[in-house]
């Protein structure tokens, strides 16, 4: 996405960028932060307490990501743990969100989605915080350095801005 936008391809893209890493010539013009949660099916959310530690994840069934930064991450925090390493227990590799979504509403086991994607999921679905996971991803809206957004995309940034904040307002919550 970066490079379209830096190449002129796209005028502005959507996108997130991990702590530490650089927008690589454009403007970043930040929406928020996007925290990790952990989502699971009611039964295997009962075996968890209401603030999940990746200690507690020790060989539990995981359905992740199959690869990129947040698949890295998490790997990282169970090696990497203070208690650990702990045993990362993949039972199911996914490629994107909502596939993930899908396995753990199926019962397959425990998933990790992004604060944004709680708007999105199923209300069979628990929700709990994951107190030592990874480092919350920077929302934001990508625009080429030095290139003035036009009145239209001005208006869509402004709407981006206020969904965003919808998106992230806390819903009825769900122990």
Do not use: W
Request: glycine share 10%; charged share 25%; aromatic share 6%.
């Amino acid at each position: 996405l970066v490079d379209r936008v830096v190449a002129g391809e796209v005028d502005l893209g959507f996108g997130t960028l991990a702590r530490g890493q650089s927008a690589r010539g454009t403007t970043f013009a930040p929406l928020g932060t996007l925290d990790y949660l952990l989502v699971a099916t009611p039964a295997l959310a009962a075996r968890l307490s209401p603030s999940v530690s990746v200690r507690e994840l020790d060989g539990a069934p995981l359905v992740l990501p199959r690869q990129g930064a947040l698949r890295a991450e998490i790997e990282r925090r169970f090696v990497e743990h203070d208690g650990g390493p702990y045993f990362l227990n993949a039972v199911a590799e996914v490629e994107s969100t909502p596939r993930l979504v899908d396995l753990v509403a199926r019962g397959f086991g425990i998933g990790l989605v992004s604060r944004l994607r709680l708007s999105f999921l199923p209300p069979s679905l628990v929700v709990r915080p994951l107190i030592d996971g990874p480092a919350p991803l920077r929302a934001g809206i990508f625009l080429r350095r030095g290139v003035e957004p036009n009145a239209l995309e001005r208006e869509l940034i402004s709407r981006a801005r206020q969904r965003f904040l919808e998106l992230t307002k806390p819903r009825r919550r769900r122990a």
